[in-house]
């Protein structure tokens, strides 16, 4: 399992150019490896990898709720933001003289003892203000950056990488951590209840590391786990305006933390484009996850035919992780929750399970030869070899030449062809693709340095 990853959350009044400078750093970084059509999770949340540094980036501006009043949002926003974030971009925008609206964001952003970057965006602009004229907003760190023209992007990368650890390798102990992971009152803690109930084998209550995420500890099938709930997120006194859209940045902590992900849907409210983002950040985490169906027994006149009714809408609409087992459960009658812990001790197993390299290219080859990637006139993608370098989540990298015009419709064949030929139910597999010619060039390059 890779190791946690910090936190860059992006915050500014709006038409500063919050999501256009995400952008860029994602297309930079092309940092999501499947960024399929029709999941809602682009412009909000995504990994970014640089040198050695590894890190999420959080757009606010794609968590805000443009029916909110500005005010009340912008407030929540920054609160949020400043909370979960390890580090915290402040963006401006260079041509507009600094306002009482951005002083009070950057006062927040410093209250929050943070290391806070402040972005003077659109500075390729004609009207751009000088430098000395943000300084009062007391930031020390100032860079002058440009979306359109990638001005100033790899300063705002370096700085980071200095704030923050470089990416270690994950150390494994023998706990299962396992998240229950929803939108507020889907019944996490009802459930998170009946599951440590169920046990009557707490070993100890852990107080929490983070104050978003409440732990307990139980043994199931002679096995260490510890349940990680993020039901007691929400602040007290907290309005119900806003809250939705920070849950995904406050999940984060808890997926962050977890090795499987249970992820609750309510039966009454389902497919909400938020569970689908959560999703989409537990699919990009590696985690394992289970689509959980809650509150099973507040649906009338309920049978098969209900279920077998529900679970193709569902599956439609998680289409992006069609690997994640749906469970249909209660915590008022018992409904199928210890399964939970015998799901999730499965995809444990799955997760770590070590593939020989002879096996795995015996697939790859017959896989292009059965569908040989398509590609560009002279310029077709030739896959060569593939071998397996980590698990939990399993991680395959494949060598081969023009890998650049793979398209990614080949890469969700690839991982069919595993997926049918191996059990990796209830976990994501990731790839990577590694260019044997840029390799050489890379070396090549090393060596003239040297």
């Known amino acids: 399992m890779t190791s946690k990853l910090p936190t860059v959350a992006i915050i500014g009044q709006a038409n500063v150019g919050k999501s256009s400078l995400f952008n860029r750093f994602m297309r930079n970084q092309q940092a999501i490896v499947a960024r399929e059509a029709g999941t809602t999770r682009d412009n909000v949340l995504g990994r970014v990898d640089y040198h050695d540094h590894s890190f999420w980036l959080v757009d606010t501006a794609g968590l805000k709720d443009p029916d909110d009043e500005f005010e009340e949002s912008i407030q929540d926003q920054i609160s949020d933001a400043t909370e979960a974030a390890d580090v915290i971009l402040v963006v401006i925008d260079s041509n507009q003289y600094t306002s009482d609206q951005d002083r ?29 004229e943000f300084k009062r907003l007391g930031i020390k760190q100032i860079i002058l950056t440009s979306a359109e023209h990638n001005q100033g992007i790899t300063d705002v990368l370096d700085e980071i990488s200095n704030l923050i650890p470089a990416t270690s390798e994950y150390v494994p102990d023998e706990i ?24 009557q084998a707490i070993v100890a209550n852990i ?30 006194g907290k309005q119900e305006v806003g809250i939705e859209k920070f849950s995904v940045l406050r999940s984060l902590a808890a997926i962050e933390k977890a090795d499987i992900c249970l992820l609750l849907m309510d039966v ?7 569970d689908q983002r959560i999703a989409g950040i537990i699919d990009e985490a590696g985690r394992g996850m289970v689509i959980v169906v809650t509150k099973w027994d507040s649906v009338e006149g309920k049978d098969a035919y209900t279920r077998d009714e529900i679970a193709p809408k569902i599956s439609r609409t998680f289409d992006f992780t069609p690997w994640a087992p749906l469970i249909f459960t209660s915590s008022v009658t018992g409904q199928n929750v210890t399964k939970l812990f015998d799901l999730a001790l499965d995809i444990d197993v799955r997760r770590q399970q070590q593939t020989k390299t002879r096996v795995l290219n015996d697939l790859l080859q017959k896989s292009t030869q059965a569908h040989p990637p398509a590609g560009l006139k002279n310029t077709h993608p030739k896959l060569r070899y593939m071998v397996q370098t980590d698990t939990n989540p399993p991680w395959f990298v494949i060598f081969g030449s023009n890998l650049k015009f793979l398209h990614w419709s080949y890469k969700r064949y690839l991982e069919r062809q595993l ?19 840029q390799i050489k060039a890379n070396r090549e390059k090393e060596k003239d340095k040297q």
Do not use: C, M, W
């Not at 997926?419 to 010619?437: A, C, H, L, V």
């Open 104 to 132: 009070q964001i950057a006062k927040k952003a410093l209250k929050s003892k943070k290391p806070v970057i402040l972005l003077a965006n659109k500075a390729d602009l004609k009207g751009s203000l000088p430098v000395d």
């Open 176 to 199: 299962l951590r396992i998240a229950l992971i929803g939108r507020p009152n889907v019944g996490k803690s009802h459930l998170f209840n009946t599951l440590a109930g169920k046990q």
């Open 207 to 236: 107080a929490g590391t983070t104050r978003d995420v409440n732990r307990i500890s139980v043994k199931y099938g002679g096995r260490d786990i510890e349940l990680l709930d993020t039901a007691g997120i929400r602040k007290q």
């Open 268 to 274: 009454n409210e389902l497919n909400t484009q938020l």
């Open 419 to 437: 997926r049918e030929t191996y059990n990796y139910t209830g976990t994501p597999i990731k790839f990577s693709f590694r260019d044997e010619k």
